[in-house]
């Protein structure tokens, strides 16, 4: 008997889902226990692991202090321009360096050497340049996500279809034209994980910097807190800026899926 010319097909199986649910769970719970167990046997000098409860306090109050969303304004406004400074300064040198073999051969060594560089140490350089204001907070926060996306964007230029340069040149397409309508939206998952990259290490550099020599920000309440030896609150400010980076991070992401061809979806 012929089999029906329509046929569904089931959504993908994961039975796997619940497992992987219940394992992070059970690692949650595990490194609770251990800190609560570390911080109750009085291995550490009092309040250096703080108990869960003396941390729970503090982050209530962290929240509920005006102060603390001024500083987050700063701390973000900060991240944000270093971001779109090193970011599209890096996105033009990648697409520079990986449409060019010269280029590439000549400069694109530095990027691998000096990436991995420590950008703090570039930081008092930075403060005779910019001053002791947000300027040299949002200069290491650029120069730190410059390198990933730099790379990041040269190697997606080299994944582009050559077919695709040879049709935009084919049609007199100016620079401009080829970088939006062609180079973009073809290296567009390599330029994206880039600036995921690049947004992680700008958020480093910024706190970095303002732990360094600020009075706002969050990096500044983060070593307040320790200079005052307030371990609670200073794990609170710690806390609260590991879910910050983890939600711009999964909103990037999500960015990155509904703008996705419906092919990679």
């Given at each position: 008997?012929?089999?029906?010319?329509?046929?569904?097909?089931?959504p993908?199986?994961?039975?796997?889902?619940g497992?992987?649910?219940?394992?992070?769970?059970?690692?949650?719970?595990?490194?609770?226990?251990?800190?609560?167990?570390?911080?109750?046997?009085?291995?550490?000098?009092?309040?250096?692991?703080?108990?869960?409860r003396?941390?729970?306090?503090?982050l209530v109050?962290?929240?509920?202090?005006?102060?603390f969303?001024?500083?987050?304004?700063?701390?973000?406004?900060?991240?944000?321009?270093?971001?779109?400074?090193?970011?599209?300064?890096?996105?033009?040198?990648?697409?520079l360096?990986g449409?060019s073999r010269?280029?590439?051969?000549?400069?694109?060594?530095?990027?691998?050497?000096?990436?991995?560089?420590?950008?703090?140490?570039?930081?008092?350089?930075?403060?005779?340049?910019?001053?002791?204001?947000?300027?040299?907070?949002?200069?290491?926060?650029?120069?730190?996500?410059?390198?990933?996306?730099?790379?990041?964007?040269a190697?997606?230029?080299?994944?582009?279809?050559?077919?695709?340069?040879?049709?935009?040149?084919?049609?007199?397409?100016?620079?401009?034209?080829?970088?939006?309508?062609?180079?973009?939206?073809?290296?567009?998952?390599?330029?994206?994980?880039?600036?995921?990259?690049?947004?992680?290490?700008?958020?480093?550099?910024?706190?970095?910097?303002e732990?360094?020599l600020?009075?706002?920000?969050?990096?500044?309440?983060?070593?307040q807190?320790?200079?005052?030896?307030?371990?609670?609150?200073?794990?609170?400010?710690?806390?609260?800026?590991?879910?910050?980076?983890a939600?711009?991070?999964?909103?990037?992401?999500?960015?990155?899926?509904?703008?996705?061809?419906?092919?990679?979806?």
């Amino acid at each position: 008997m012929a089999a029906s010319g329509h046929v569904t097909t089931a959504p993908e199986s994961r039975p796997w889902l619940g497992r992987v649910a219940l394992l992070r769970i059970g690692f949650v719970l595990a490194l609770l226990v251990v800190w609560e167990a570390l911080a109750a046997s009085g291995l550490l000098y009092q309040d250096v692991v703080p108990s869960i409860r003396k941390i729970a306090a503090a982050l209530v109050a962290v929240l509920a202090d005006p102060a603390f969303y001024r500083n987050l304004g700063v701390t973000a406004y900060e991240v944000a321009f270093a971001l779109a400074i090193g970011g599209a300064a890096g996105l033009a040198i990648g697409i520079l360096i990986g449409g060019s073999r010269f280029l590439a051969a000549a400069l694109e060594h530095y990027l691998y050497y000096l990436g991995p560089t420590p950008k703090i140490i570039f930081f008092p350089i930075m403060i005779m340049w910019f001053g002791v204001g947000p300027g040299s907070k949002m200069a290491m926060g650029a120069l730190s996500c410059f390198f990933p996306v730099a790379l990041s964007a040269a190697a997606g230029m080299r994944e582009i279809d050559t077919v695709l340069i040879r049709v935009g040149r084919s049609f007199r397409a100016s620079t401009s034209q080829m970088v939006a309508k062609i180079y973009l939206p073809a290296m567009r998952a390599p330029v994206i994980n880039g600036l995921r990259l690049g947004l992680g290490i700008a958020i480093i550099g910024v706190l970095l910097a303002e732990t360094k020599l600020s009075n706002q920000g969050l990096g500044f309440m983060i070593i307040q807190a320790y200079t005052l030896f307030n371990m609670p609150r200073m794990y609170a400010l710690l806390i609260i800026v590991f879910a910050l980076a983890a939600l711009v991070n999964a909103g990037v992401s999500k960015l990155d899926q509904i703008s996705a061809p419906p092919a990679r979806r």
